[in-house]
């Protein structure tokens, strides 16, 4: 089997949604997974040897400059397919699932599997304008090839799988449903350091985190009015943004700088730093790419045994959360009836997260097994 990324760069995302899926498929069937990578040329040396590193069975090439030029990359992936035995490609993204038809239409490799992580055009034309824009004419005509013309389908959530069924007419049921999952090493490490916890702020304050980048989905600005309102209201609660520099996130910390900072850390520190908060938060903007979503965060945030308050209408997690009783779905702005009504929910974040969000927690075995049955020989 071979995994195709294109364009993506080694992170916590990539360790976790990429080189530990795998780890996993490779544990489930036996026969190491070939990861095939495409990376910027800018710091090209520099990603081969961190993903070598974590997943030493990958071929990391250098993607040629601009995405637009994405088919000129064919040529080094048939050198890195060429007389290996695999025969099921499972491509990440709609440019990558179009590179492996070409594969499949020269006999290198019998079935595609597209792993699709969102709603590709509805993002491109929510937040892209600026991408590639002589790909923006062609990028629905891609993602409804991938969806339509796949052998299988890997989905982040119900709701994308919905989606497929409006946009592009897809009626079928050879898809699998596999959210975003933390590796053991992060859940153990988050265990580990969770046991030792000692509130950093002193006695009786509550500790609200955010955790992710600023890119334009992630709604950084409605995010930032709510807890600005909050923390002029509530005293007792204080604010970590574990982000890169945004200016609204900075303005916050000039405006309150013993209640509210900044960092931005490691993947392999994002245990220890998130298990010193109390609660999780996960707020984001209407839209369609948010409504298909399936971010890793929510995850994470259980993991590291906090509660969670989530905007409503976040992929299948909104209603996650309040089936689970693991948070508060927040509708308007953000209260303090919502923290203290999170901090007092029964129900166990990490016990959830091993149930459900781990590589080998039952649902998630189940819709792997389920894939590699329909796409052995």
Request: aromatic residues 8%.
């Amino acid at each position: 089997m071979i995994y195709i990324t294109i364009g993506e760069s080694p992170s916590g995302v990539y360790e976790s949604q990429v080189v530990g899926v795998c780890q996993r498929l490779s544990q489930l069937s036996g026969r190491r997974v070939l990861l095939v990578a495409f990376v910027s040329l800018r710091g090209y040396f520099k990603a081969r040897s961190a993903i070598k590193r974590s997943y030493p069975h990958s071929c990391v090439l250098p993607m040629v400059p601009r995405l637009r030029r994405w088919k000129w990359n064919l040529p080094l992936l048939i050198a890195a397919c060429f007389g290996r035995s695999q025969k099921v490609c499972i491509a990440r993204g709609v440019l990558a699932t179009q590179l492996a038809y070409r594969l499949r239409r020269m006999g290198l490799i019998d079935r595609v599997v597209y792993d699709g992580r969102g709603a590709v055009t509805a993002e491109w034309q929510e937040f892209g304008q600026s991408w590639a824009p002589s790909l923006q004419t062609r990028i629905r005509d891609y993602e409804r090839s991938a969806v339509t013309e796949s052998n299988f389908r890997i989905a982040v959530s119900r709701k994308l799988v919905a989606h497929w069924r409006v946009e592009f007419g897809y009626s079928g049921h050879d898809h699998v449903i596999v959210p975003c999952t933390v590796n053991h090493d992060f859940e153990a490490e988050a265990r580990n350091v969770r046991a030792d916890r000692e509130t950093p702020r002193g006695a009786g304050r509550v500790v609200l985190v955010y955790s992710g980048s600023v890119a334009g989905w992630q709604g950084i600005d409605r995010l930032t009015r709510m807890v600005e309102n909050l923390l002029h209201r509530v005293e007792y609660i204080d604010m970590l943004f574990l982000c890169p520099p945004s200016p609204v996130v900075d303005r916050l910390v000039s405006l309150y700088p013993q209640r509210v900072r900044r960092d931005w850390t490691t993947p392999e520190k994002v245990p220890a730093v998130l298990s010193q908060a109390d609660v999780g938060l996960l707020i984001r903007e209407k839209s369609v790419t948010n409504q298909v979503a399936s971010p890793v965060k929510l995850a994470e945030y259980l993991a590291c045994g906090l509660p969670v308050l989530i905007s409503d209408e976040v992929g299948d997690y909104s209603e996650f959360v309040r089936e689970h009783g693991c948070g508060r779905v927040v509708v308007e702005s953000l209260s303090v009836e919502d923290v203290e009504a999170s901090l007092a929910m029964p129900t166990s974040p990490r016990k959830l997260c091993v149930e459900h969000f781990l590589k080998d927690s039952p649902p998630i075995n189940r819709s792997y097994e389920r894939l590699l049955s329909a796409v052995s020989p």
